[in-house]
């Protein structure tokens, strides 16, 4: 999607894709959590929000909260695709954390034409979650349907590809560190009551089950 210049601002993506994601945990978003998410001033939020709904992309619900338009979400999936995009490619190919991955995608995404998104699309072959698991939005392509298991449903001798982990912060903060990143792909070599022996990139690593459980993989046949 290309977006026109009263839309390319950072600020109006900022918002755009804020209330995008709050909005999966109670829509429509109250305005006072809008200013605590954001750290702004009421009057700054208000403002904002005044200036989005005269461009018809958010609408004011009285006494509830603000919800997006069909033009918002589209413009705010647009920005949250690239986004996530960014942070596959930046921790499966270039061996950044998660947290560094984020926050440069938090720059790159506003800059990121459509051609560039499309093409990092194809070559990360269209991946359906960032290595945290969140979902990427689709907007004029589908994910390819591709069979995701646990990777504790494997058994010795199972090879498979990572797609995605998911968990709290200091579990995939652990994982993504010792090279269990999206796109790597794995050979099982053991497994008992407790845990799980796995070769990845020529290295043997053990995970407890609790571990390997958050791994989600596409078996490769």
Known sequence: MVLSDQYQSESVQMY???????????SPVPVPLLVEKMGLTPASINEMCRKLEKEQLLSYVPYS???????????????????????VFLVGKLDF???AAHDIACQLEHYTQDDLANRMEEFLEQPQVNPRGEP???????????QEISLLSLSPGDE????????EKVETGYLLKN??????????????????????RGEHLVLSQELAEKVYVQPIE
């Open 16 to 26: 755009l894709v804020t209330i995008y994601r709050m909005r999966e945990q109670e």
């Open 65 to 87: 909260g603000v919800i997006l338009t069909e033009k918002g979400e589209e413009l705010a999936r647009d920005i949250l695709r690239k986004h996530r995009l960014w942070e």
């Open 97 to 99: 954390d998660f947290e």
């Open 136 to 146: 990427i939005p689709w907007l004029n392509t589908a994910p390819q349907n591709k």
């Open 160 to 167: 498979a590809k990572i797609t995605h982990i998911k968990g």
């Open 179 to 200: 090279e269990m990143k999206p796109g790597e792909e794995v050979l099982v070599m053991a497994v008992d009551d407790t845990s799980m022996l796995i070769l990845i």
